[in-house]
């Protein structure tokens, strides 16, 4: 499965992100031939974290006032307690997801980074899984929640979820096949 051509949002908050979430995703998609682009809040670097401790910073490349979901061919959203938690308090955050969904461009999300999923109104009659502790957020949404490794939703975009680090490889060999 090739994503020659397509370039692939990753949309992170300036802080907070778990870094394994962002960088094993991103491999597989520059392995996979795609693009990926770092979308936050402001430019300059975001502070990705190893669970609560501090570790590599990333550049960004676009920055959430010039985002489009037209630039774009699909979205990961990266977990991270605080990374999710700041990203759906961002309006061009919540905006630019919904334009995803809208547009029917897949979208795939791990851990807490389904938040701002739900703040887009977006999950209500999808079947996903995240944290655990986002499943009562879920169900409030409208969605069903399952734990799961990994989980494919084709409904009206294709949603691809998976809970933790741990799941990464099944994560990261969904997102590719379904962006392909």
């Not at 502070?47 to 979901?69: E, G, I, K, Y």
Request: net charge negative.
């Amino acid at each position: 499965m090739a994503l020659n051509d397509k370039t692939i949002a990753f949309l992170v908050g300036p802080e907070g992100i778990e870094q394994a979430e962002l960088v094993q995703p991103w491999q597989a998609v520059s392995d996979a031939g795609g693009t990926p682009k770092l979308v936050s809040k402001e430019s300059g670097e975001v502070q990705a974290f190893n669970h609560l401790t501090p570790a590599d910073t990333f550049p960004v490349d676009v920055t959430l006032d010039s985002a489009s979901a037209d630039q774009f061919d699909a979205l990961v959203l990266p977990g991270g307690v605080a990374n999710g938690d700041q990203v759906r308090t961002f309006p061009e955050a919540v905006s630019l997801v919904k334009a995803f969904a809208d547009a029917g461009k897949p979208i795939a999300v791990i851990c807490h980074g389904g938040w701002v999923l739900i703040e887009a109104g977006v999950v209500s009659g999808r079947t996903l899984t995240s944290w655990p502790s986002l499943q009562t957020d879920y169900r409030n949404a409208g969605a069903t929640w399952v734990d799961e490794e990994v989980v494919v939703d084709d409904g009206p975009f294709t949603l691809v979820s998976s809970r933790k680090p741990d799941d990464l490889e099944a994560f990261d060999r969904e997102l590719v096949k379904a962006f392909s």
